[in-house]
């Protein structure tokens, strides 16, 4: 038996990859056989997709650079011996597979948001049909390729190359790196690109000028459209990427520091594997009536996820007993499964408007833009604590139902046991994500819409899907955060066990000093807790500098086009698109470069002591960052949409103005900088990891 | 010389403590000398004083309800043993000296706020030297009964009741905790009076009504005038109070726990005591010309501020020689005492108006309140970056240079050197809190000038003085941020050395794990990461929720007053006067009790370990949404000022609607949340000290 997990189950999980990529093929082809309506439709969805086209070529082409000089500089450290030869070439086919699956996601949306508008004249159903089988393309493609990647080099390291179990971990860690880098990229570009955009267009567009949103005399609105592709489509499927590969070979590499085997390490794989079938079986049963309210509409999705994270909770306790024969394990599973899913509620009750955190939050309103910023931020800031208990008791669980101690001997099963969890959070992954990626796609359906100057009632149709879309956006946020935490915490375990093997290697011990009244782990600490907010304040600030350009370039046109506001000229609207593409580019490469150096320059001058409070820093406080962010940005634009419902006022009043600032201001909160912080403390470890044996050999401290 | 430090020179630094009041009382009699002005002016200043009086015995009477409740918990604890006796009644003595304090902060302010309004009507320098005089008050009696209360209770613990070393650090710990918990209550209470205020008379009067910053027809001008005394002084008062004595007995902790001896214990009194002595030169060369440039009257700040520091970095280096016979440590106070300015700095370059980041946000005022909001923030969370690296090194050149080691045995020294860091940063806490807290007297002054209808002159002087008092505060805030931190983590210590001994009573030994991959201690670390913007957001929604009553209040008061508008009736200040009390006396509860019950519930839960990860997550992610949250407050508020004197548009323009809605989100930022999290941090660990015992005995993992 240990023979076949041993030997066979990687091609099984192989095999697991090529179903979901054959399936996210099948849904393409579903999609794609809807027309795209009539040619006003076709031509916005032209412009749009030639947009999004080429600002992922210009921004593929200097990722590319990048990955070409850290190339360079890993095989230079394999010459020098700190490295083996094949983390190089992991580290660019993580990174590849990441952008890849940016890429077939931003394709699949480019191609079907004029499909969904136009299904959306023929019912309700019809367009949730299409844009919920664009998302599932983008689903089952992030995890495919991902499952995909690993098996692959686990094959090859195993079979062709017959590693070592720690160096085949070893090896995969750092393909987690190059994702990992490649999500960031893509997170922190799209994220600037999609809300200067949007921020420049509803500045200038709906409060200086007074149109509504995405009406076609506003010159942001292709770029804004642009926008939702490559930073929430392409942005979201590589980062979801990064996630799901993180955690499962964090996962991997905690299980052969715990078993010695290749069953422990086999295990994340399989459940992947198993995951995917959950996840397809799932996307069979959502389809909805005709009624646009939002309980039936979600109630049509939910039925999908929760009977595949049902499925799943039951598949993997025979299959943890059989690989480890031990039951114990698959309690860890479960309890990141049910964090997950709790963690959503969470986002949801703060965030969507049925609720009550919402709804205050939109009445402050009524005193100004000042009163709602501070509600929104203090609803943010209040809304960590339960994410906070809940991700706090799935580690303790799972730490101390695997068998983990207080002792640090007997805590590498424990270890694993956290590992575990963050897999079992992101099992279902392929079907969260499709209804969580359908969302931008019913917001550009209702953008082409509003543009092609369709029947109000398809709009209202769209918006039903789009409104919706925002709540399944707050719960796949929540799954990010949550997932991100635990990986991270099981990437310093690996960080730790790399450390002892480079000391080891090297003939030296580790002192293992992890201790919060070490100084030089607790100015680790506070460095890396000081990192998320640099990081924040860097993405935000250039969503700023880009949106105040397209300010200055819509109020110009506005100025200079005669007869644009009166319908009578069409808008420049490549200037825009430009304008972002060059601003969103240039911005986002200082993070990403920040993100990398970081850990290294905390590791030559602190030692890897520093560097384990750097790790710990970064997730604590990034974790918070990320949640009160997004769930701060979350609640405003519903608050927005609320008001838009005709409370407080309605459309047009000074409510809504008020709420127009909100939501403004969590744009950017809620789509730059809180999702890229989830992406940058797995980074920063990774980072660690492959640099460890550098930072082992020189330090200051 | 042994005999002579271990008992004369508790009587020597109970001198420097009487001189200290002294000083104040002659401070105080200088002020009291000069006129209150004209008949208007008197008026005006009574109904300040009399709504300052109102709440502050509103204030004790619930403070003292509070303190009473505690008592009898104390005293059950130690029926039960888990205290000593003397625990109680220095929990009570710490409470009525930080109160006390405030008090008489508050009372020289409201006494010499028309004061300096009259003084200005002769000339600049006549008013500055009113308005420091009366800060000097301030600075002198806290410090003077701060190092009062320690040396008596030092010389009765010592003498008198003849306790050993330990014993007498412990007990002073606990009165640490009745002056945090004090301090909290008047900070988020005062906190939540003025920023209610603020903001409620700059909503509807500036903003929607139109009519300039207090003037006499806003209904909520004497309560906002109200709000400076109970907020910025009394609240400030009791902060300071309780920064300066946690620095002295945490540092006198850890010095018996390093040297076993008193002499360890008395430097960082006697360090108290020659900051007094240089705190006072500096005051005397504190004086300006008649020029209104920021510049010079900055200088003529600075140049007592800089004496001081320079005094007490000549004087401490033989006396610390002489207590320790080691010089070692005069570095750490050194370094305490560069990274207090340094800090001070920094705060000083991101919040003033005359460097590059706050010039920035102003301009992002021209396109709207949403991008000076993103700005601000941005501008905040960058600021953390140089503050955390200062007190990084600040921590490791103190611990190392101590003779601290990596292996924890040979800890103890280094943890001392951290503490007096503390120490040497807030040395000279008698003059720069002078030059602090003669900000909200020159404040009041303007508003005293502008109701009473002063020549433009006047008012112009006051302006002067009160801007360069949010430089000022600025400053301040830097030093109480970094003193905070460096305290919280000598008060973790103090903690871990408690729990030893009450092991070593109970004939356990304890698990020293506490090791950041320990399950317990990293989630003990993410509750305590939460913990601050969980306050935060708490203190925040309840500037909100206060000011949104006022709004309705002063709109009501607009309405249903007629003639208001036109100066012909008198508005109804006193009913704004009682609201705002009533409802920061009513909000101000509930954080507090957080702060205390939380350590506790955490402990019985999670045990020690859980504790220190706890305290170390709070201290991390405190000191960096204090800054954060300070420094974009400052910056919004000198960035408006900065658009009022005439750039992006000027006054009315709608850059400064913009820099207004700005200004509002950073009156509870920079007032109420940044400030009170300082206190936060270290109440937390004085209550888990307080508590050690207990929850050493009764925990669940």
């Not at 070439?89 to 969904?116: C, D, E, P, Q, Y």
């Not at 918070?624 to 008001?643: E, P, V």
């Amino acid at each position: 038996m240990d023979y076949f997990i041993e030997n066979c189950l990687p091609y099984v999980t192989l095999a697991g990859a090529l179903v979901a990529l054959l399936f996210a093929l099948f849904s393409a082809s579903k999609v794609l056989k809807f027309s795209e309506g009539n040619d006003t439709m076709k031509k916005i969805s032209v412009s749009i997709r030639k947009g999004a086209n080429a600002y992922l070529k210009r921004q593929y082409t200097i990722v590319a650079a990048f990955f070409a000089c850290m190339f360079v500089v890993l095989c230079l450290m394999a010459v020098f011996g700190l490295l083996t030869w094949f983390v190089p070439f992991a580290f660019i086919t993580g990174g590849f597979f990441s952008g890849l699956s940016g890429f077939v996601g931003m394709k699949i949306a480019t191609a079907s948001n004029a499909r969904t508008a136009n299904a959306c004249i023929e019912s309700l159903n019809r367009g949730l049909r299409v844009a919920f089988s664009a998302g599932s393309v983008m689903g089952f493609t992030v995890v495919g390729l991902g499952l995909f990647d690993i098996s692959v080099w686990f094959i090859l390291l195993k079979f062709v190359f017959r590693l070592e179990a720690s160096a085949i971990t070893g090896a995969m860690l750092t393909f987690g790196m190059g994702a990992s880098s490649m999500a960031l990229f893509a997170r922190v570009g799209g994220g600037i690109f999609t809300k200067a955009a949007d921020v420049g267009a509803d500045l200038v567009g709906k409060v200086e000028a007074g149109i509504p949103e995405d009406d076609p005399r506003n010159p942001a609105v292709i770029a804004d459209n642009v926008g939702d592709n490559v930073g929430d489509v392409a942005g979201m499927g590589a980062d979801l990427y990064e996630s799901y590969v993180g955690s499962i070979i964090s996962a991997s590499a905690l299980g052969v520091a715990a078993f010695g085997s290749l069953k422990a390490m086999a295990l994340p794989l399989v459940l992947a594997a198993l995951g995917i079938l959950a996840s397809m079986l799932g996307t069979f049963l959502v389809r909805t009536g005709e009624s646009t309210d939002q309980k039936q509409l979600l109630r049509a999705l939910r039925r999908g996820t929760n009977t595949s994270a049902v499925l799943i909770a039951v598949l993997s306790l025979p299959v943890t007993y059989y690989i480890l024969n031990d039951v114990r394990f698959y309690f860890a599973i479960l309890a990141g499964l049910v964090a997950g899913v709790a963690i959503g509620a969470v986002t949801e009750y703060f965030t969507s408007d049925t609720y009550r955190p919402t709804k205050k939050l939109a009445a402050t309103s009524e005193t100004g833009s000042a009163t709602i910023i501070i509600g929104g931020i203090s609803l943010g800031m209040l809304s960590t604590i339960l994410p906070i208990l809940i991700v706090s008791a799935a580690i303790l669980l799972s730490y101390f139902v695997c068998g983990g101690g207080i002792a640090s001997a007997d805590a590498s099963r424990g270890l694993y046991g956290i590992a575990l969890a963050a897999v079992g959070m992101l099992s279902t992954l392929g079907i969260t994500l499709a209804t969580d990626a359908y969302g931008p796609v019913a917001d550009n359906a209702g953008g082409i819409a509003e543009m092609a100057g369709l029947d109000p009632a398809v709009r209202e149709r769209t918006d039903a899907l789009d409104s919706l879309g925002n709540t399944t956006a707050a719960t796949g946020k929540g799954f990010a955060i949550g997932s991100a935490a635990l990986t991270a915490l099981a990437l310093v375990a690996s960080y730790i066990d790399k450390i002892k093997e480079v000391a080891q290697k090297a003939g030296e011990t580790v002192v293992e000093n992890f201790n919060l009244m070490n100084p030089v782990v607790l100015t680790g600490l506070f460095i890396g807790a000081c990192l998320p907010f640099v990081f924040a304040a860097l993405t935000m600030e250039s969503v700023g500098k880009a949106a105040q350009s397209i300010v200055v370039e819509v109020r110009r046109q506005f100025k200079n086009i005669t007869g644009l506001m009166e319908g009578k000229a069409e808008p420049d609207y490549a200037s825009c698109v430009d304008l972002c593409t060059r601003s969103s580019l240039r911005e986002m490469v200082l993070p990403t470069v920040i993100a990398i150096l970081c850990p290294i320059a905390v590791g030559l001058i602190l030692g890897y002591q520093g560097v384990v409070g750097l790790l710990a820093g970064a997730t604590a406080s990034g974790f918070l960052l990320a949640i009160f962010m997004s769930n701060s940005g979350g609640a405003w634009d519903n608050a927005k949409k609320y008001i838009e419902s005709g409370v407080h006022g309605g459309k047009g009043s000074d409510s809504h103005k008020a709420a127009v600032v909100g939501d403004t201001v969590g744009d950017p909160f809620k789509d730059t900088s809180g999702p890229s912080i989830n992406i940058l403390i797995k980074l920063l470890s990774m980072v660690s990891i492959v640099f460890a044996a550098l930072v082992f050999k020189y330090h200051i401290f």
